[in-house]
Each structure stands twice: as structure tokens, then as C-alpha cells.
């Protein structure tokens, strides 16, 4: 039944690929879909981009084995959004191309900063990349019984099959079945948990109170350190801002008003799947029961499944399984042309090439980095078994909000912003946060055995993005450069796509 | 929107009781307030695509008009 429901789901959207390839002759077409997706499309193909396997199955299981300090994790995906909206897509829509880096460079030296844009972006892919293939190889091998080795290479050849002849078009496609898929599936499981309790959410928390105590309704040990709290907030809220292969969704919109529309869409969309998770959660942690969540995953990863399992039968697990790989499937395409977009746009046509290659040029060595990257996911899947799906996560969203994040809303907004400040900013954020990581208490103690960690909190943010901002700032005043200055007239006119001014 | 988020992150992180303490039986006030955190962001950016809408575009166009 579960097999049956896959192979459905993977001969269709193979399907949309092939009419889809037929469609992708242009660049333009494999980074962009040619800039023809409607509001809603992208509302819809943002949000498949958003709720990734930690959503669904790391959430929901957070939710089931901590009660309420998984739902932090829930709300802080959704915050981000806002700030897309308010500060980000508009402008982004208006002053770039294909990447986000187009933005950054816009009146900057090319070549520099692009190179510290690639390596940016490459860091929050591969770690992004990591949590999606760890969760995919783990839930086939739940499922078929499949080594997990080959697991992760079955998911990086298919997402390769529709990246590759596909490109923007096949997944936004599959974006878009997929998170009506996540959306409708999602729903329909909490309707069948919440029909055991008369319909009434309460009815299910008091449950969950009266089985475990009423301590998983409110804030427990997961987040003991207040810093911990603020560090992994203000990582969540700004990292969406400044996530790759969301920033590159904008570029498949006609207009600016429509990149409006779409962010109120896809937030939409996000946020009535967030509110789910909470009826997810603690429907399997009372329906299914702590034991036998953790007997099978010790994570909690397999909560979702379990839960539409306890409710609905084999036949439901299948279908609910079958949309969680859907799921990864969507996300980890997204990654891997966001990720190929900045290996071939920003480092082989702008830096080795300062900008002049033909169209035939761009598209064949997109579709190099293309399969570069698929084989790097497979790798890294390999390599990063056994990993926590939400905390690897959570890290993408650091690194995101450290390296790019800063650089992009400086370049937008500041007057006096300079090449070497957009550089080292981006370099320092990217830096950082891979080093805090590396001496966390989740590597320290928890995966090298040492006794102490040398930084005390488990994700970054608190540190890394105020001291990028703090070294693009201090560099910019420092060394001055006048050319970018002179040109951040022309940036005010194209963030409100206004021809600018003869000078 | 920073506002209320951080007040609800700092109230996780500096005052749990409060947060786990029952508005009625089996609602706490942190569940409840998480949820509003959501809708706020939904009113918040249905609020300012209403103005983009009406204001800021009619304006842009007046600009462009001038040019």
C-alpha cells in the first residue's frame, strides 16, 4: 500500500518534469521558470520550500516527546515571514536576477562579493541539505526496510531527475503538489486525531495533561538557558530572511506586487500547518504514547507516521508516508538549484567569467552544478547518519541569518555600505557561526564526549548575527567607497522599480 | 512582530510558571499565547498588504507618472 502510493507520487511528478523540460531552454527558465509563476503558485511552491521533513516529522515529534518546547520551534519558523515580507521580497524581486548575491552586488565590486556570497550560501545548503537526506534515509528504511545508504541515493537520483531536466519549472511543480499534499494530508490528520476527542483541542491537551502532567503545556528543559531561548529565536526569525533558495522563489514572479501577494500566501499556508503541528504533537504523544515513539526513533521522527497509523490504518500510514518523503523530495530540489544557481551564476559566470557567457554556456554549466551537488547531498547524507533533523535545521537557519542576512539588508538600505564590508561581513558571519557550532555543547559533549564545551549555547545567533553586523558596519566606516555611495540612488529607484534619474 | 516574539521567547526563557500555568483546564497560557503569535502575524501582514495595496502603489505610480 505505502509502495503503492509512492510510486504513484513519483510517476506523476516525473511526468510534470518531462512536459516541464520541454519548456526549460534558457537560464532564465532553469533558475526562474521565466518569471511567469502567478501569486498563489509561489505562495503555494514557497511554502513546500519552507516546511521541510524538520517541520512535519521533527516538530510533530519534539511536540509528542517535550509537549510545549517543541511548539517554539513551530512559532519560530513562522516569525521569519513577516520579515521576509516587510523588509526583503519586494526590493529582492526588483533588484536582482537569479540569485540573492545579484542583490548584494548591485552596486558593489562583482567578483568580491560574490565569492563570499557562494560561500555563504554553499554552508546553509550543505547543512540544510544534511537534515533533509538524514530524514529521508530514515524514513524509507522505516518503511521498506531499505539499507539507509541506498535510501539517500534513491532520493538524491530523483530529485536529480527533476532538477536536472526540469529545472525551476519541475520544482515549482513539485513544490506546489507537494505542500497541497503536506497541507491536506496534515489536515486530515488532525481531523481523525481530534475525532477521538469530541472535536475540542482542550479535550486533547487536558489529556495529554492528565496522562504525563501538566508540565508538557508549559516551557520545560529543552530551552534552560534563557540565552539558548533568545539565540535560537532571533536565528529562526532572521535565517528565513536570508535562506537561498527561499530568496530565490521571488525571481519566479512577474512583479513586485506579486512577490507581495505571494509572501501573504505562503504565510498563510505556513501558519495554518504550524497550528497543525500542535494537534499533531500531542495527538501522538496520547494516541500513539511516549514509549512507542521512542522505541522507533529516538529523535521522535517517526511521531507523524505513527499517529496517522493509530488513527487510520496501514492504508493512512502509506499515504501520510508517501507525503512526507514528497516532502523531502520537494525541499532537497529547491536546495539543489538554489545551490547550483550560486555555483554557476555568481562563481562561473560572473567571476571566472566577469559576466559574459553565452545562454548555452549558463545553462550547461548549471546543470554541472546540478549534479555536483546532488552527489554532494548523497555524501553528506551518508557521512551525517543519525543526526537530529530540526537541530541540523535550526543550525542552516543560523548560518543563513549570520552570513546573509546582514549583507543583504545593508546593501538595500544603507547608503554607506562598501565592497570589503559586504565581504568581510559575510565571511565573519559565515565563520563564526560554523565555529560556535563546532564548539557547542551538542559537538563538545554530546558527539566528541568531551567533558565542557567552550561556548555555552547550542545554536549561535546571539553572537554571530550581531557581529556581522557589528564587522559590516565597522568596515564601512573605516574604508569608505565613494563609487557605491554615488550608486545607491539608482538601488532607491529599482527597489521601487522606478527608471532612474539620467545622471 | 519582533516585539511579540521576543516577549514570548523571553517569557519562555524567564518565567515558566506563568507560561504553564491553565487559563481553563488543559489550555495553558503558553499554548495559547503561541498561537496568538501566529495570528499576529497573519493580521500583521494582511494589514500591510492592504496599505501596499491602496498607498504605496498608487503613490509609485504617481512617481512614474511624473518622470
Known sequence: MTALFFFVFIAFSLGVTYVAARRTHSAAHFYTAGGRVTGLQNGLALAGDYMSAASFLGIAGLVALSG??????????????????????????????????????FRLRQAPVRVAAAIGSLAVVSFYLIAQMVGAG???????????????????????AYVLFGGMMATTWVQIIKAVLLLSGAFLLAVMALSRFGFNPLALFRAAADQYGVAVLGPGRLVSNPFDAMSLGLALMLGTAGLPHILMRFYTVPDAKTAR??????????????????????????????????????????AAPLLAKAVGGDA??????????????????????????????????????????????????????????GVLA??????????????????????????????????????????????????????????????????QIDILKNAAASFPLRNPGLVSIPLSFAVAIAVARLWPEPEAEARFAEVEHRVHAIPAPRS | MMLFYFGFILLVAYDKPLLGSLVVPGLSLGILL??????????????????????????????????
Open chain 1, 138 to 160: 530514515n524514513l524509507i528504511r522505516l518503511l521498506f526496510g531499505l539499507e539507509y545508504e541506498l535510501a539517500v541515493m534513491i532520493v538524491g537520483a530523483v530529485m536529480l
Open chain 1, 261 to 302: 501577494s505571494s509572501v501573504s500566501y505562503a504565510t498563510a499556508f505556513i501558519g495554518f500547518f504550524y497550528l497543525l503541528t500542535f494537534i499533531l504533537g500531542f495527538g501522538a504523544m496520547v494516541l500513539v504514547g511516549q514509549p512507542a515513539i521512542r522505541a522507533i526513533d529516538a529523535g521522535g521522527n517517526m
Open chain 1, 68 to 105: 510545549f518546547d517543541g511548539l517554539i520551534y513551530s512559532i519560530g519558523f513562522l516569525v521569519g515571514w513577516p520579515v521576509v515580507m516587510f523588509l526583503i521580497a519586494e526590493p529582492l524581486r526588483n533588484l536582482g536576477k537569479y540569485t540573492f548575491a545579484d542583490v548584494v552586488a
Open chain 1, 378 to 443: 548523497i555524501v553528506l547524507g551518508i557521512v551525517f547518519k543519525g543526526q537530529n533533523v530540526a537541530y541540523m535545521v535550526g543550525l542552516a537557519f543560523a548560518i543563513a541569518a549570520s552570513a546573509n542576512f546582514p549583507a543583504l539588508l545593508l546593501s538595500m538600505f544603507w547608503r554607506r555600505f562598501t565592497t570589503r564590508a559586504a565581504q568581510m561581513s559575510m565571511l565573519a558571519g559565515t565563520a563564526s557561526s560554523l565555529i560556535l557550532i563546532y564548539l557547542s555543547p551538542t559537538i
Open chain 1, 316 to 373: 493512512f500510514l502509506g499515504f501520510i508516508s508517501a507525503v512526507a518523503f514528497a516532502t523531502i523530495l520537494a525541499v532537497v530540489a529547491g536546495l539543489t538549484l538554489a545551490g547550483a544557481a550560486t555555483l554557476s551564476h555568481d562563481l562561473w559566470v560572473n567571476v571566472v567569467r566577469h559576466g559574459d557567457a553565452s545562454e548555452l554556456e549558463q545553462l550547461r554549466v548549471a546543470r554541472a552544478s546540478t549534479i555536483v551537488l
Open chain 2, 34 to 67: 503561541g498561537a496568538f503569535v501566529i495570528v499576529a502575524a497573519w493580521v500583521l501582514i494582511w494589514i500591510y498588504v492592504r496599505w501596499a495595496n491602496k498607498h504605496y502603489d498608487t503613490a509609485i505610480e504617481t512617481l512614474r507618472g511624473e518622470q
